[in-house]
């Protein structure tokens, strides 16, 4: 009788198993999700401003369900389209992308790149995740200069270790941004600076949301930071969230809207849009977009 209990108990775990795989690997991997946030940072006169923020596409050539769902995004008349990098996941991915990203290049945009817009992923053990110091592996090199040159010749600011101005809804935007600090690419020394009074805001990028970067970017007064890289966890236990960020964000920040500790600065994480092509799974942290309301304090 023990025996034939064990056994079952045994295998409805593996049933309860394969049905959550299934789960996150064929449904919840494709329920794209637009989420809302009013981030109030503006003067008390002004206008709202509308930014449409998009993370980690890691796009592959065939998938056409997530390239029409962000080109349906378009319809959403942003002010403002930031991207923070990661978007492809293999080398003929630039006509997927533009697939998804063109009926937004007509308004104003900002971009960084990631490690996965210049190489490629390959298979790895997901629990070195888990590892703090895991050394990271490159794949395949990846068309980024393509890519770059696609967005540029759009009118999208690159800002890949590079500060400017830009103009969006009517308003002047200091906008500042880092190569990816994920794999060392990152130098905000030779960009950095405090935020100056004759902007209406400022916005700063990065790929990787390291909390020695946005101490820096906030203690400069940038007000909104922007970020993706950790895919809100990916793979989150309910009720408890994030297992890992993969980087020194703290999981309770994995993905969302925060206040940046010991600052007036916001922090937004997107938990993206894609997965590792060799994991393409999510749990309980669907792929999204967010849609920031800048409005009055």
């Not at 993969?246 to 920040?253: E, I, K, Q, V, Y």
């Not at 993905?255 to 500790?261: C, E, I, S, T, Y």
Request: one cysteine or more; proline letters at 8%; hydrophobic letters at 40%.
């Amino acid at each position: 009788m023990r025996k034939r209990t064990l056994f079952r108990l045994a295998a409805g775990t593996a049933a309860a198993g394969a049905a959550t795989l299934a789960y996150a690997s064929l449904i919840e991997r494709n329920m794209f999700t637009l989420r809302r946030y009013d981030v109030p940072m503006l003067p008390a006169d002004a206008e709202p401003l509308r930014v449409l923020h998009l993370s980690d596409l890691h796009m592959m050539p065939d998938q056409r369900r997530k390239q029409r769902w962000v080109a349906s995004l378009a319809a959403l008349d942003p002010d403002l389209v930031v991207v923070t990098g990661d978007n492809m996941a293999h080398p003929d991915a630039v006509p997927g992308v533009l697939r998804a990203l063109q009926p937004l290049l007509d308004y104003p945009g900002a971009f960084v790149f990631g490690s996965n817009d210049y190489t490629g992923p390959v298979w790895k053990n997901p629990f070195t995740y888990f590892l703090p110091d895991r050394e990271y592996t490159e794949g395949v090199e990846l068309p980024h200069e393509e890519l770059r040159d696609v967005f540029t010749g759009a009118g999208w600011v690159d800002l890949n270790n590079v500060r400017t101005t830009l103009k969006a809804g009517g308003r002047v935007i200091d906008v500042v941004g880092v190569d990816d600090p994920h794999v060392e690419r990152d130098d905000y020394p030779a960009v950095s600076g405090r935020v100056g009074a004759t902007v209406d805001l400022s916005i700063a990028l990065t790929h990787s949301p390291e909390p020695s970067l946005l101490d820096q970017m906030a203690a400069d007064g940038f007000g909104l930071l922007l970020a993706g890289h950790t895919h809100g966890g990916q793979v989150c236990v309910p009720g408890v969230g994030a297992l890992v960020t993969n980087c020194g964000l703290p999981r309770s920040m994995a993905r969302g809207l925060h206040r940046w500790p010991g600052s007036d600065s916001w922090l937004h994480v997107s938990a993206g849009l894609g997965t590792h092509p060799t994991a393409p799974v999510r749990f309980a942290c669907p792929p999204e977009a967010s849609v920031l309301t800048l409005i009055p304090r």
